[in-house]
């Protein structure tokens, strides 16, 4: 059985950095694509950036950069200067079906 745990959301100053992380455990031995998106209350959720294990990377803004090790099962997302706009729930799918529980990012001013 595969579960995915997100971590480093939280309240972010406004201007600052912070990597979110996406984790698989359990019996797959690697993993080869994760997809970022965020979704904010009463609205749809929107892809925000993707990237395979051979490097081949997408993001929808510039700020937002996808990364992944695929031997530590684990894809990240790093925004750059967030700003108030970036607050949301961010969720992460691994290899298009295990997919984490959310996190939330608050970006205070």
């Known amino acids: 059985q595969v579960q995915v745990v997100q971590s480093g959301g939280g309240l972010i100053q406004s201007g600052e950095s912070r990597t979110l992380a996406c984790t698989a455990t359990?019996?797959?031995?690697?993993?080869?694509?994760v997809v970022w998106y965020s979704q904010k209350p009463g609205q749809q959720r929107e892809l925000i950036a993707a990237?395979?294990?051979?490097g081949a990377a997408h993001s929808r803004k510039p700020r937002f950069t996808a990364s992944v090790d695929s031997a530590k099962k684990t894809g990240y997302l790093q925004i750059s200067r967030v700003e108030r706009e970036d607050s949301a729930t961010y969720l992460c799918?691994?290899?298009?079906?295990?997919w984490g529980q959310g996190i939330q990012v608050t970006v205070s001013s």
């Open positions: 799918v691994l290899d298009g079906q295990y």
């Open positions: 990237i395979t294990h051979t």
């Open positions: 359990g019996s797959i031995p690697s993993i080869q694509t």
